[in-house]
């Protein structure tokens, strides 16, 4: 029996929310993987990759349950072609919020949809710049907590958002999900909710 929901394969509370926001049922069960990056691989390539291995893994575990997909994204923030990843503690974070002032950088989030007839992917992407901080900004936007599970060391739909100039691109790719590329694949496997609920409220 086909079931009317899909997997996010993701503990990420703000792919959850954006999720929500265009109407999508579905259910949270996190992915474990690896997330080492290999040797010379390209960021969106890498962030492909994780983003096909999460919904792969989740996809496997919960065959039996016959989910009408799964859902997994990966994130990952670039400056100078370096990705800037999680911050570890308080000086990597505020070793990437320094090098992130007063630059542009770039944010890539991979999707990766896993359906019975196989998986489809897609990018969003954002170019972000920062206004110039200052180490007291700095230090005092590590002591909020919002940094510690954001890649580049900010939320840009929380407190970081103050750091934030302009944005060119995406700016749901910068929170973690591009809801416009989701909403494609999941209209490809003929699941646009998001529609539905569109036109019921007509």
């Given at each position: 029996m086909k079931k009317d929901f899909i997997y996010l394969a993701s503990a990420s509370p703000r792919r959850s929310a954006l999720l929500e926001q265009i109407g999508v049922a579905f259910r949270v069960q996190p992915a474990s993987i690896s997330e080492s990056q290999r040797p010379g691989e390209p960021s969106e390539d890498f962030a492909t990759r994780l983003a096909v291995e999460k919904a792969d893994a989740v996809w496997d575990l919960?065959?039996?349950?016959?989910?009408?997909a799964v859902l997994g994204a990966d994130t990952t923030?670039?400056?100078?072609?370096?990705?800037?990843?999680?911050?570890?503690?308080?000086?990597?974070?505020?070793?990437?919020?320094?090098?992130?002032?007063?630059?542009?950088?770039?944010?890539?989030?991979?999707?990766?949809?896993?359906?019975a007839g196989g998986t489809a992917t897609s990018i969003g992407s954002a170019d972000v710049a920062f206004r110039d901080t200052t180490p007291a900004e700095?230090?005092?936007?590590?002591?909020?907590?919002?940094?510690?599970?954001?890649?580049?060391?900010?939320?840009?739909?929380?407190?970081?958002a103050i750091f934030v100039e302009s944005i060119r691109g995406s700016y749901s790719a910068v929170v973690g999900l591009p809801l416009a590329e989701t909403a494609q694949l999941l209209a490809s496997i003929g699941e646009p909710?998001?529609?539905r609920n569109i036109e019921d409220a007509a």
């Open positions: 919960k065959t039996a349950e016959a989910p009408l923030v670039v400056l100078d072609g370096r990705m800037l990843g999680k911050p570890a503690d308080a000086d990597h974070a505020f070793a990437m919020l320094t090098a992130l002032s007063g630059r542009v950088h770039r944010v890539v989030t991979a999707v990766a949809l896993r359906h700095r230090r005092a936007y590590w002591a909020t907590g919002e940094p510690f599970d954001k890649a580049g060391g900010y939320g840009i739909q929380g407190k970081g909710r998001w529609l």
